[in-house]
């Protein structure tokens, strides 16, 4: 069964301090793998796409990098504006435009 | 642009009346999505159309909800009759033709509580 799971559920950090934040997936094949910004009462946002292993892609503190089994979301010195749920999706190949979402992390910087 | 519209963006019903929620995409999109998020179940895939027409409704939870979209600048998501277990908060995303497998823009969300 295609699966998505990211981990930790939650994480606090303080300003400044860097972290990583990790989706794993399990599926038939590859498409896509998405990564989405929610904050508290609006939609996601999109942040990025990785299509192959090995890819990355940067914005601003943001930089989510692509293996065979997994992603992650590396944050290098965040600020508490960068406090929301991030949001991991993969789109399976062979599929329809439907997208495999995983649970999200929540993500706290405190000042 | 404006981006993806939503209404209402609360709704409180009684168990038993009809729901209708409401979408705009983005001009010159030609994919709409409608999307389910529950603590519980996170984000699920309801429908979703190109150029108007459905093409996967598989997501639908059962035969009480149903989702048109008349022109492309319009889509509805009617739920008859509404249960409790219905209370959720409902997006609706469009995308546009060429980059389906990109992003998806998002509403803002109808909060809906069915008492």
């Known amino acids: 069964e295609d699966q998505v799971t990211q981990s930790p559920e939650a994480l606090r950090l303080q300003e400044g301090e860097s972290s990583s934040l990790n989706c794993s997936y399990t599926v038939s094949g590859l498409r896509g793998l998405f990564w989405y910004r929610q904050d508290p009462g609006k939609g996601p946002e999109f942040l990025f796409t990785?299509?192959?292993?090995?890819e990355e892609k940067e914005k601003e503190r943001l930089k989510a990098t692509l293996t065979k089994k997994e992603s992650f979301l590396h944050i290098t010195a965040p600020k508490p504006e960068d406090s929301a749920t991030y949001l991991c999706a993969v789109q399976v190949a062979d599929s329809n435009y439907q997208l495999i979402w995983g649970a999200g992390t929540k993500l706290i910087i405190k000042p | 642009d404006a981006g993806v519209i939503q209404s209402p963006r609360h709704e409180v019903t009684e168990m038993g009346q009809e729901v209708t929620l409401r979408c705009k995409p983005i001009s010159g999109h030609d994919y709409l999505f409608w999307y389910r998020q529950t603590m519980m179940r996170g984000l699920e895939l309801l429908i979703y159309?190109?150029?108007?027409?459905?093409?996967?409704d598989s997501g639908m939870p059962e035969d009480r909800f149903s989702a048109k979209m008349p022109n492309a600048s319009f889509s509805t998501l009617k739920i008859q009759p509404s249960e409790p277990r219905d209370s959720a908060v409902y997006f609706c995303a469009s995308s546009p033709q060429h980059r389906p497998y990109n992003e998806q823009f998002f509403g803002p969300g109808t909060r809906l509580t069915v008492l």
């Open positions: 159309f190109n150029n108007n027409v459905p093409i996967d």
């Open positions: 990785l299509y192959s292993a090995g």
